[in-house]
Nanobody, 127 residues
């Protein structure tokens, strides 16, 4: 059984940084494309960042470019989302997701493409 567990969320002030972690059991991130999604209050879930299986390709939504970095540590089987210069509009529940891909550089940008999801971690940025 696959389980993804996010951690690292919390309440911070605008301009602060947070690093979210996503640890997996039953799935090997070295063989998976991964993504971080978020769902702000009253809004739909959106893709924040994605990383290919090879970790050579990345995607960031425009609003986080230059501020967020997605990465993974295959030895620790953990995916990270480093979030710097946080803004109030980054407030949301953040979810990690993973799926197997045939091509090592393939990015998955649609939620329907992902097979496994974490339970989410709340990030609240006060202004």
């Amino acid at each position: 059984q696959v389980q993804l567990v996010e951690s690292g969320g919390g309440l911070v002030q605008a301009g602060d940084s947070l690093r979210l972690s996503c640890a997996a059991s039953g799935r090997t991130f070295s063989r998976s494309a991964v993504g971080w999604f978020r769902q702000p209050p009253g809004k739909e879930r959106e893709l924040v960042a994605a990383l290919s299986r090879s970790a050579s390709s990345t995607y960031y939504t425009d609003s986080v470019k230059g501020r967020f970095t997605i990465s993974k540590d295959n030895a620790e089987n953990t995916v990270y989302l480093q979030m710097n210069s946080l803004k109030a509009e980054d407030t949301a529940v953040y979810y990690c997701a993973a799926a197997s891909t045939f091509y090592v550089d393939q990015l998955l940008t649609q939620s329907i493409d992902y097979d496994d999801w974490g339970q989410g971690t709340q990030v609240t940025v006060s202004s």
